[in-house]
């Protein structure tokens, strides 16, 4: 039970993280900086996700399965956005040369 509690609360978490660096995408533009958001968050989210697990598992150890639960998941995903922002960066370039 508490396990999928909190593999509900990483997919919260990551949706939630993904709809701010989205709509402040939509508003300025910057898709970097959406990237930089997003890899910001990954350090917040895992050590507040890192306090949650503690008090679910009434363990202190649970800490550490916090971290490594969100903290991992996010910066893969803020990589993959920076790599999808460079790509868009690259083409957008080619296309003004023509």
């Given amino acids: 039970m508490t396990k999928q509690l909190l593999m509900l609360l990483l997919i919260f978490s990551i949706v939630l993280v993904n ?7 939509r508003i ?3 898709i970097y900086f959406s990237a930089f958001i997003i890899l910001i968050s990954a350090g ?5 996700e ?3 697990a503690m008090k679910i598992l009434n363990d202190g150890f649970g800490f550490f399965f916090g971290l490594n639960l ?3 998941s996010l910066l893969i995903n803020s990589i993959i956005v920076f790599l999808i922002a460079i790509v868009v960066s690259i083409i957008k370039f ?3 040369a023509e």
């Fill in 70 to 72: 969100v903290g991992p």
């Fill in 28 to 30: 300025t533009k910057n």
């Fill in 94 to 96: 080619f296309k003004r």
């Fill in 50 to 52: 890192g306090f949650i």
């Fill in 44 to 48: 917040v989210l895992a050590i507040v």
């Fill in 19 to 25: 709809l701010i660096a989205f709509f402040y995408y």
